[in-house]
């Protein structure tokens, strides 16, 4: 199994950091399909301020281009992204449009 961190910040909005945690408290079953059936096995988001972590661990054949294509051909996936894009913003420096930024790993233990 393979891992994966990856990044995003949050607008620096307690009323909006609220809400966005609110909705991962109930997250729709047809997202949560949608990860599972890409391959992506577990996952985790940690916040600090207004920075997030994602921390997943996807399965040997999981493609980061395949789960791209899948999302766009899902309706109701495009929908939670654009419900969820009015609380996140760019990191500092990504390409127009680029949301969750995969980390490179230096260390390890």
């Known amino acids: 199994m393979n891992r994966y961190c990856l990044t995003l910040d949050l607008k620096d909005d307690p009323d909006l950091i609220a809400a966005y945690e609110q909705y991962h408290q109930a997250v729709w079953p047809e997202i949560l399909a949608s990860i599972k059936s890409a ?28 789960k791209a294509q899948l999302d766009a051909a899902n309706p109701k996936v495009q929908e939670w992204e654009t419900l969820l894009w009015q609380y996140q913003q760019a990191l500092p420096g990504v390409n127009p449009g680029e949301k969750w930024q995969l980390m490179r790993q230096i260390f390890i233990l």
């Open 39 to 66: 391959g992506i096995k577990h996952m985790e988001i940690y916040r600090w301020q207004s920075r997030l972590f994602m921390i997943m661990e996807v399965s040997e054949n999981f493609s980061f281009e395949e």
